[in-house]
Structures are given as structure tokens and as C-alpha cells.
Nanobody, 115 residues
Framework: QVQLVESGGGLVQPGGSLRLSCAAS????????MAWFRQAPGKQRELVAA???????NYADSAKGRFTISRDNAKNTAYLQMNNLKPEDTAVYYC?????????WGQGTQVTVSS
């Protein structure tokens, strides 16, 4: 089994920064993709950023230039550095891991951007 635990969410003012972490444990395959999704109230869950176990990344247009996804494969941990946060970034942020054995989700961490 695989467990994902997100951390780093919180309340931040517009223009501020946060760094989210997603620690994966259990049976982690060497080849996988880790991604960050978010879901705002009343909206569908959407992709924010993804990164495979190499260096390939993919970003939503809303995240380009402000968010950076990174990974420490030795620690099975993914990060999402979020800069210049906007109120519309307010959402629950979820970590997702895709590997040959299946798709796994974390429990989510709340990010609130408000003055």
C-alpha cells in the first residue's frame, strides 16, 4: 500500500508564499509521477503541477511563473513552492501519486489566501 501525507498549508496574505510537502510511504516504485491538484469550494478538482521521477514537469496555466514543483526521490517527497499567491489560489491542495500499482491520493491540505 501507499500513503501520502501533505503538509505546509495555511493562511497567507495575497502576494505571500507557501511551500507544500507531500511525503509518500509504503511500496513506492522507482518510476512514478507525483502531482498536485487543488479543489476550491463548488469547483472540480484541477491539476496544478506534475513531475515524473525524472525531471519532466507539467503546469496548469494558472501556476506557470508562480509555482514550482520539485521532488526528492531519495525521500519519496514532492514539494510545491507557491509564490505571489492570489485569493483565487484558495483551495484544498491534494497530492497524487501514479505508478504501475495504481493511483493514490493524500488527504489534502488547506491553503487560504486572504488579507
Amino acid at each position: 500500500q501507499v500513503q501520502l501525507v501533505e503538509s505546509g498549508g495555511g493562511l497567507v496574505q495575497p502576494g505571500g508564499s507557501l511551500r507544500l510537502s507531500c511525503a509518500a510511504s509504503g511500496s513506492i516504485f522507482r518510476i512514478n509521477t507525483m502531482a498536485w491538484f487543488r479543489q476550491a469550494p463548488g469547483k472540480q478538482r484541477e491539476l496544478v503541477a506534475a513531475m515524473n521521477s525524472g525531471t519532466a514537469t507539467n503546469y496548469a496555466d494558472s501556476a506557470k511563473g508562480r509555482f514550482t514543483i520539485s521532488r526528492d526521490n531519495a525521500k519519496n517527497t514532492a514539494y510545491l513552492q507557491m509564490n505571489n499567491l492570489k485569493p483565487e489560489d484558495t483551495a484544498v491542495y491534494y497530492c497524487k501519486l501514479n505508478q504501475l500499482s495504481g493511483v493514490y491520493w493524500g488527504q489534502g491540505t488547506q491553503v487560504t489566501v486572504s488579507s
